[in-house]
């Protein structure tokens, strides 16, 4: 990722200025380093109030962070990827559990230059390869939290029919909570 410097005098930036980030990679190192988690309402800033986020919460602090920069080449995606003990450490006793070796899963992260970054958490691969995901959305900003989970109930729907897409949610619940402790 290329190292944009960070100039924009608005909300999201100056938070970040105020972290010692001077550069979009700084930012973005920041955020992965924070815990993974649920946070406790809505608004981009709660991730660095609260020193957590989950995929969707941190990537989309980072594309605001963008927006705010008027850096248009980086785009938060939705991803939809198979779920599993490899890819996702930490979900394969609950997965194993309900006899399931993956089970699908909407992942955001960001994309620039068409290549896949992902600053989720610790230990996570910073990119990622181009078959990651069986299919792929570009999100707008301000529809993420709507469209990730229809787009991942409407999967679900395709995916499975010998469980109800709320029992596949259930189960996706657990390895989420899972992924937390």
């Not at 779920?83 to 399931?100: D, I, R």
Request: proline share 3%; charged share 25%.
């Amino acid at each position: 990722m290329k190292n944009l410097f960070i100039a924009a005098y608005k909300p999201i930036t100056q938070a970040f200025l105020e972290l010692e980030c001077f550069t979009y990679y700084d930012a973005a190192a920041y955020v992965r380093n924070l815990a993974y988690g649920r946070n406790s309402g809505e608004g981009e800033l709660r991730v660095l109030l609260e020193k957590k986020g989950t995929c969707s919460s941190k990537h989309l602090l980072l594309a605001q962070l963008a927006k705010e920069n008027d850096w248009h080449e980086i785009k938060i995606i939705v991803g939809i990827f198979m779920m599993n003990e490899e890819n996702t450490p930490g979900v394969g006793p609950t997965l194993s559990k309900h006899k399931m070796f993956h089970i699908p899963e909407a992942h955001c992260y960001l994309m620039m230059n068409n290549i896949r970054y992902d600053f989720t958490k610790i230990g996570c691969r910073e990119t990622l390869p181009k078959d990651f995901s069986i299919e792929e959305h570009n999100i707008s900003l301000e529809t993420l939290a709507r469209d990730k989970p229809h787009l991942h109930r409407s999967f679900l729907k395709q995916w499975n029919k010998k469980l109800s897409e709320d029992e596949i949610w259930e189960i996706r619940e657990e390895c989420i909570a899972a992924l937390q402790e």
